[in-house]
Nanobody, 115 residues
Framework: QVQLVESGGGLVQPGGSLRLSCAAS????????MGWYRQAPGKQRELVAG???????NYADSVKGRFTISRDDAKNTVYLQMNSLKPEDTAVYYC?????????WGQGTQVTVSS
């Protein structure tokens, strides 16, 4: 089992920045992918960004150039630096970790971009 604890959401004005963190604990394997999905009201959950144990990263087209995902393997933690935030980035952001064929989810953290 893996537990994921997220932090860093909140309310920010358009053009502002936030950094999300997701710490994993439990049975951790070295081969994994971690990242973030988000879900806005009335919309399907969508991938925002992911990072593999190799360092490979992928991003949704809508966040490329604005968001950066990084990791600290010593802390089993991933980060999502979100810059130039837009109202359409408003959503609940969910951390995930996939390893050994299983996917684990965090509880979600609200990000609201509004003036």
């Amino acid at each position: 089992q893996v537990q994921l604890v997220e932090s860093g959401g909140g309310l920010v004005q358009p053009g502002g920045s936030l950094r999300l963190s997701c710490a994993a604990s439990g049975t951790i394997f070295s081969i994994y992918v971690m990242g973030w999905y988000r879900q806005a009201p009335g919309k399907q959950r969508e991938l925002v960004a992911g990072i593999f144990n190799t360092g490979f990263t992928n991003y949704a087209d809508s966040v490329k150039g604005r968001f950066t995902i990084s990791r600290d393997d010593a802390k089993n933690t991933v980060y999502l630096q979100m810059n130039s935030l837009k109202p359409e980035d408003t959503a609940v952001y969910y951390c995930y970790r996939r390893q050994e064929g299983y996917v684990y989810w965090g509880q979600g953290t609200q990000v609201t971009v509004s003036s």
